[in-house]
């Protein structure tokens, strides 16, 4: 897409961000809806927006509207200035002292289902004027997205290739094996990884394109042996079912699942040779800083992993 410079100053940041809207949506209702407007007021300016670059940007289906070769990469250039956008006029606001913005992050599923919740209510309470949107997924593809500038930044787990992306590390994830409070398997509070191969339990993994699953096959690996697994499921919230209703077992991080082993609907079991641990890490773009919110969200993410982390963390594990 080429873009004169004429008819790129004519462009309005409006228009661009209704674009952004309606691309992300998927639909004009949701993405009016989205930008408190009505309908017509949206297809209006994304039609002035079409004229202006010379180029339909959507196609209508029976799905929504459909972004065209032009509609992705107009996406692909032009998010990662908004996003730059949105966080100097952030951090202008928060001149005052007071922390105001938008956060736009993504979590691995772990970290959703052990600490987002909590994070969440003490953040909003006590910053409101804050807006936060939070993803979910694959190490791999929230990396993607940091890059590609769609999130602010990740906490993900460390990466096994160097990335062309800061790193900070969060913490050292403890994985356990769990059990349901009903299973009939005889298993002791701490075996080792070796002793779990041998005790033939129905074991559910995730899938093997899952960067948990690829960490427990790393370690398995080192030990030179075979974690079969009965039940592949990537869903982390499945999976936590499945094992407390049934006989099955499996290895999650512990931050996880500390509510059910705590309410005693899961008994966790501590794998001691190796220890299973993975590191966890912050992903930011280098030429994209984070403004206030998206820094103190970030921080409160990674004090409450901490608070629910083991104290003897600190060690290289094999990683995704």
């Known amino acids: 897409m080429e873009f004169r410079q004429q008819e790129f100053r004519q462009l309005e940041f409006r228009q661009v961000n209704y674009f952004i809207a309606l691309y992300e949506e998927g639909t004009v209702t949701r993405a009016a809806h989205r930008l ?40 692909r250039l032009f998010l990662p200035i908004m996003r730059d956008f949105s966080n100097a006029y952030a951090q202008l606001q928060s ?26 209510s003490e953040f909003s309470s006590r910053h409101p004027d804050v807006d936060v949107s939070v993803a979910d997924g694959y190490t791999s593809t929230l990396l993607d997205w940091v890059a590609g500038g769609r999130l602010d930044a990740a906490i993900v787990n460390k990466p096994r290739r160097p990335l062309a992306l800061d790193l900070e590390h969060i913490v050292d994830e403890e994985m356990v094996l769990i059990t349901g409070a009903n299973a009939q398997a005889n298993v002791p509070p701490s075996l080792t990884l070796r002793q779990l191969a041998s005790l033939g339990l129905d074991l559910v993994l995730p899938t093997l394109g899952h960067g948990l699953r690829a960490t427990i096959d790393g370690f398995a690996e080192n030990e030179n042996i075979e974690l079969a697994a009965k039940f592949e499921i990537d869903s982390l919230v ?31 079991h501590h794998v001691v040779a190796p220890r299973l641990v993975r590191r966890m890490v912050s992903a930011t773009h280098p030429r994209r800083p984070l403004n206030p919110a998206a820094k103190l969200f970030i921080a409160m993410l990674a004090a409450r992993l901490r608070l629910l982390a083991p104290a003897e963390s600190g060690q290289e594990t094999p990683q995704e």
């Open 238 to 268: 499945a999976t936590i079912k499945l094992v407390e209703q049934t006989d099955a077992a499996t290895i999650v991080p512990r931050v996880a699942v500390h509510r059910q082993i705590a309410e005693g609907t899961l008994r966790e």
């Open 36 to 75: 408190n407007i009505v309908q017509p007021a949206l297809s209006m300016q994304i039609g002035k927006l079409e004229e202006q670059v010379g180029q339909q940007l959507f196609e209508r289906s029976k799905q929504g509207m459909v972004p065209t070769a032009a509609g992705r990469q107009m996406y």
């Open 95 to 120: 001149s005052d002292g007071a922390i105001r913005g938008h956060v736009n992050i993504g979590l691995v599923a772990s970290v959703t289902e052990g600490v987002l919740v909590d994070v969440l």
